[in-house]
């Protein structure tokens, strides 16, 4: 399994950014997630999707903001960022295969997200 996350770039506070990661492997059958690590912090979980995206969770932080989404079809995980906020600066990263414990055992390389006041 492999995953190609892009979509990160610098927006100003208060504006939008699409997420998207890209799968390849036998994906379809696991959840999706997003993370995230802003400097000098741990990682920190941001949302997922079930296989079919019926079951969707989010950190209170992100939640009435981002959307979690996928496209079975195209093996693609999306993350809508509405909203943005300074404190929603980091790179983010996806992840494949939730385990217990809402650990994830595949992961992608992660993509900047700049938010400025």
């Known amino acids: 399994v492999q995953l190609q996350a892009s979509g990160g770039g610098l927006m100003p506070a208060g504006g939008s950014l699409r997420l998207s990661c890209a799968a390849s492997?036998?994906?379809?059958?696991?959840?999706l997630g997003w993370f995230r690590q802003a400097p000098g912090k741990e990682r920190e979980f941001v949302a997922d999707?079930?296989?079919?995206?019926?079951?969707?969770s989010y950190a209170d932080s992100v939640k009435g903001r981002f959307t979690i989404s996928r496209d079975i079809a195209k093996n693609t995980v999306y993350l809508q960022m509405n909203n943005l906020r300074p404190e929603d600066t980091a790179v983010y990263f996806c992840a494949a295969q939730k385990l217990p414990q809402g650990r994830f055992r595949y992961w992608g390389q992660g993509t900047l997200v700049t938010v400025s006041s």
């Open positions: 999707a079930s296989w079919s995206a019926t079951i969707t």
């Open positions: 492997g036998r994906t379809s059958s696991y959840t």
